[in-house]
């Protein structure tokens, strides 16, 4: 059974920063996009970042360009997702995803087939 597997969240202050990382396990997603989602309480899942299968594309909410940095690891099925300047309003479960069908840096959460169980990231103020 595939698994996708977050690491890294976990509770910060406003200003701080945290890294998750995601790896996928029961095959491999290097010819695949991958990204991340997030989900606040009481509101609705969104997109939060994107990379294409060679790391060379990605896409960001508005909400966290030039705070977020998605990467990947070469060849392997993992991903990064280095934020930096956290705000209480980031505060989510944060999900990885993997696609099956596109090695695009697509926003859109049709395209991704597989996601992890989550992680919670708490921004305090």
């Known amino acids: 059974q595939v698994r996708l597997v977050e690491s890294g969240g976990g509770q910060v202050q406003a200003g701080g920063s945290l890294r998750l990382s995601c790896a996928a396990s029961e095959r491999t997603f290097d010819s695949y996009a991958m990204g991340w989602f997030r989900q606040a309480p009481g509101k609705e899942r969104e997109f939060v970042s994107s990379?294409?299968?060679?790391?060379?594309?990605?896409n960001y909410a508005d909400s966290v360009k030039g705070r977020f940095a998605i990467s990947r690891d070469s060849g392997e099925s993992t991903v990064h997702l280095q934020m930096h300047n956290l705000k209480p309003e980031d505060t989510a479960v944060y999900y990885c995803?993997?696609?099956?069908?596109?090695?695009?840096?697509?926003?859109?959460?049709?395209?991704?087939?597989?996601w992890g169980q989550g992680t919670q990231v708490s921004v305090s103020s």
């Open positions: 995803v993997a696609s099956d069908i596109t090695g695009t840096a697509t926003t859109s959460r049709a395209w991704y087939k597989y």
């Open positions: 990379i294409s299968w060679d790391g060379v594309n990605s």
